[in-house]
C-alpha cells in the first residue's frame, strides 16, 4: 500500500495540485491570524499599553479568516476525492478491497495535507511579521505592537488544518472505497447522484441552528456590538448547513440564475449542465456563498454599527478582514472551477467530436463557471440578508437601509469574472484532441 502511495504521489503530481494549493494557502491563513492574536495576547501581559482592542480585533479576524480557511479545505479535499471516482473503481476492479481503497485515499491525502500545511504554515510567519509592522502605524492600535514569534501558534495551525484535511479525505474516502469495479469497465460516474442520510442530518442541524441563532439575535439582543458577532455566527452556521446540503440547495438556485443564459444553444447547454451536475456547480459556488454570505454580512452591519456611533468597530480592521477572505475565496474559486474541468477533458472531447467548435466548448464552460459564481453569490446573499434582518430587528435600524449595493454588485462580478477566467485558461488546455480523449465506437 505504501508503494502505491508513493507511486501515485510521484508520477501523478497534477492530481494533487489542487488540494495542495487549498490546504497550503488554508494553513497559511489560519498562522497567519493565529501569530497577530498570539501576539496582542503576549505583548499585553508585558506592556503598559492596554490592548484588550486589539485581541478582540484580531479575535474577530482570526474567526472569520479560519473558518473560511477550514471551509475551503474541506469542500476542496472532499472535491479531489470525488473526481478520483474513477481511479478508484479501476483499482476495485483489478481485486483491491473497499477497505484498502479508503486506506489509500486516506494516506495519501494526509501525506498531500501535511507537507502543504507544514509549507504554508511556515511561509506565514514572515508576512505575520510584516503585517505587525502595517497594524502598529494605524492610529487605534498600540505604537509598540509587533510580532512576537510563539510555538502555539504554529502547532494548532498545522495540527487543525491537516486534521481538518484527513477527516475530509475520511469522509470521502468512504464513498470512494464503494466505486463499483463495472464504471472502470463502462466509463461511468457512479458517483451517488442523492445525499446520504449523514450529510442530510448534519446539514439540517447546522441549517436549523442558522435559523435558530438568527430568531434569537433578533429577540434578545439590542447591543450593537455584540449583534455583529451574531451576524457572523449565524452566517457561519447556516454556511455549514448548506454546503453539507449541497446539490438540494444548488440545484433549484442555478435552475433560477441560469434562466438568462438560456437565450442561447451555448447558454441553454452549460445551464442544463449547471442544474444537471449540482455536485459539480456546488464545488465552485460553495466558495463564492462564503465570500457573500460573510463579507456582506459583516460589512453591512458593521457600516450600520458605526452609523449609530458605537465605539470598537473599527472599520480598517474590516476591510482587512474582507481583503484576505476575498483573496482566499478568489484562489479557492479559481482552484475549484480548474480542478473541475480538467477532469472533464472526455466531455468536453466528446462536444468536439459531435461539432462543437473549441471556441463554442470554452464559451459552454466559462457560461457554466459564470451560472455556479452566480449561484453562489445568490446563496450568500440570502444568507447576509437573513443575519442581517436580524441586526436590523435588534437594533433598531432599517433593513433596507443597511444594504451596499455596490458591495454586493462588486464582490457577485469579481467572482464572476474569476469563475469565467479560470474556465477559459482550463477548458483551453483540456480539450487538446478529441480523438484522444474519447473512445468511438
Known amino acids: 500500500m505504501n508503494g502505491l502511495v508513493g507511486a501515485d504521489l510521484r508520477h501523478r503530481t497534477g492530481v494533487f495540485v489542487g488540494t495542495f494549493v487549498a490546504v497550503g494557502f488554508g494553513a497559511a491563513l489560519f498562522s497567519l491570524c493565529a501569530a497577530l492574536f498570539t501576539s496582542a495576547i503576549i505583548l499585553n501581559g508585558e506592556s503598559s499599553e492596554d490592548y484588550v482592542g486589539p485581541i478582540a480585533v484580531f479575535a474577530t479576524m482570526g474567526a472569520i479568516s479560519v473558518f473560511a480557511s477550514l471551509f475551503v479545505v474541506a469542500s476542496t479535499v472532499a472535491l479531489s476525492v470525488e473526481q478520483r471516482r474513477a481511479d478508484m473503481a479501476l483499482l476495485r476492479s483489478v481485486g483491491a478491497t473497499p477497505r484498502q481503497v479508503r486506506r489509500l485515499v486516506i494516506r ?81 460516474d457512479g458517483a451517488p447522484r442523492r445525499l446520504g442520510i449523514t450529510r442530510w442530518v448534519i446539514g439540517s442541524i447546522f441549517t436549523a441552528g442558522g435559523l435558530a ?56 447547454i452549460a445551464a442544463m449542465n449547471a442544474v444537471a451536475d449540482a455536485r459539480r456547480t456546488a464545488a465552485t459556488a460553495g466558495p463564492v456563498a462564503l465570500m457573500m454570505a460573510i463579507n456582506v454580512g ?35 474559486v479559481v482552484n475549484t472551477t480548474a480542478m473541475t474541468i480538467v477532469r472533464r477533458r472526455t466531455e468536453l472531447a466528446s462536444l468536439r467530436l459531435a461539432g462543437a467548435t473549441p471556441a463554442q466548448t470554452r464559451r459552454s464552460s466559462q457560461t ?48 464572476m469574472v474569476l469563475a469565467a477566467g479560470s474556465a477559459h485558461v482550463a477548458a483551453r488546455r483540456a480539450i487538446g484532441d478529441p480523438t484522444l480523449l474519447v473512445e468511438v465506437e
Do not use: K
Open 108 to 188: 495519501e491525502m494526509g501525506v498531500v495535507s501535511l507537507v502543504a500545511t507544514v509549507i504554508g504554515t511556515l511561509a506565514a510567519l514572515p508576512v505575520a511579521d510584516a503585517m505587525a509592522g502595517v497594524f502598529a502605524g494605524i492610529d487605534d492600535m498600540p505604537s509598540e505592537f509587533e510580532y512576537r514569534r510563539h510555538i502555539l501558534p504554529v502547532g494548532v495551525s498545522l495540527a487543525a488544518t491537516w486534521l481538518v484535511a484527513v477527516l475530509a479525505a475520511v469522509s470521502s474516502a468512504r464513498a470512494a472505497g464503494a466505486a463499483s469495479p463495472a464504471e472502470a469497465m463502462t466509463g461511468s
Open 213 to 268: 441563532l438568527i430568531i434569537v439575535s433578533a429577540t434578545t439582543n439590542d447591543d450593537p456590538g455584540l449583534a455583529i458577532g451574531y451576524v457572523f455566527m449565524a452566517s457561519a452556521t447556516a454556511l455549514i448547513g448548506v454546503s453539507m446540503l449541497g446539490p438540494v440547495v444548488v440545484r433549484p438556485t442555478a435552475r433560477l440564475v441560469s434562466l438568462p443564459f438560456r437565450a442561447t444553444t451555448t447558454g441553454s
Open 368 to 415: 457554466e463557471a459564470v451560472i455556479a459564481a452566480l449561484t453562489g453569490s445568490a446563496i450568500g446573499v440570502v444568507i447576509a440578508t437573513a443575519a442581517c434582518w436580524a441586526f436590523a430587528v435588534a437594533t433598531g435600524v432599517s433593513l433596507i437601509g443597511m444594504f451596499e449595493p455596490a458591495l454586493i454588485g462588486g464582490l457577485a462580478g469579481f467572482a
Open 298 to 332: 459583516m460589512v453591512q452591519a458593521t457600516v450600520a454599527a458605526n452609523d449609530m456611533g458605537t465605539e470598537g468597530s473599527q472599520m480598517w480592521s474590516l476591510w482587512i478582514m474582507i481583503a484576505i477572505s476575498v483573496g482566499f475565496a478568489a484562489i479557492a
